[in-house]
């Protein structure tokens, strides 16, 4: 996994966990208006991989072990409110039971909360496990580190019926990725997704609705000032 990978997980995670009743925004920083529910995912140190170092590529003949990140992952929410609690420990669980990703048993000092100039809030800390790819073991090495962030470009759209009616809690996924979230009352999504590599090649959506699928190709232009009209044949 690359950065961009693990930024894309986390993100997933945060826009699985929004509700009707639940608004959460994600940001690899700790501002946020007063009342809103933040996932803060901050950087704070990354190392060579000890399997990198070790010379052992045995998890893969196509990917090699580069480096180790750590994160500090935070939440925060509305003063006298246990919701943060809740999302951090839902956050915690699928960090233990991703692969690549481990929890660190020690927490942000004082210090290190006061050096980014905020309070205390819930935390963890955990490490995600960076790799590279690599040609095969036959041929000369060629490595493509992929410690940058691939470009991302932002999808809002609305799925509606075939006579307009909009579909609330539609269930749109982004096929190459597996990333999906529903949309809301409205029918409208937003989520970001990495812009393809191959040219001409925008990549596709799938959605669903109240029994119903249909796949839709990605528009090359943004659609935030015109929402992308997604219109389902079959309803």
């Known amino acids: 996994m690359n950065l961009s990978g693990v930024h894309d997980t986390l993100r997933g995670w945060v826009e699985d966990l929004v509700t009707q009743e ?3 925004q994600f940001r690899h920083g700790f501002d946020a208006p007063d009342d809103t529910l933040l996932v803060s995912a901050v950087v704070i140190g990354m190392t060579a991989d000890p399997l990198r170092l070790a010379g052992n590529n045995r998890r893969s003949p196509s990917r090699r072990p580069l480096a180790r990140a750590r994160y500090v992952l935070a939440v925060t929410g509305p003063a006298g409110g246990t ?7 839902e956050l915690l669980t699928r960090t233990q039971s991703t692969p690549g990703f481990s929890i ?8 290190w909360w006061l050096a980014y100039g905020v309070k205390p809030r819930p935390a963890f800390v955990f490490e995600a496990g960076l ?10 090495v060629v490595r493509e580190h992929q410690l940058g962030l691939s470009p991302m470009m932002s999808l809002h759209g609305r799925v509606v019926a075939s006579d307009g009616t909009p579909l609330a809690f ?11 979230l529903r949309c809301d009352v409205k029918g409208e999504f937003r989520i970001d997704t990495n812009t393809p590599e191959k040219k001409g090649e925008r990549g596709w959506v799938r959605v669903q609705a109240h029994g119903a699928e249909d796949r839709f190709r990605i528009p090359g232009a943004g659609t935030d000032k015109t929402p992308w009209l997604l219109k389902m044949k079959q309803l």
């Not at 660190?104 to 210090?111: G, M």
């Not at 790799?131 to 000369?140: G, K, L, S």
């Open 131 to 140: 790799t590279e790819q690599v040609a095969h073991a036959d041929a000369p």
């Open 22 to 24: 639940r608004s959460i």
């Open 170 to 180: 539609a269930q749109v996924q982004i096929v190459s990725s597996g990333r999906q």
């Open 83 to 89: 919701e943060a609690e809740h999302v951090l420990l």
């Open 104 to 111: 660190v048993s020690e927490l942000p000092s004082p210090t």
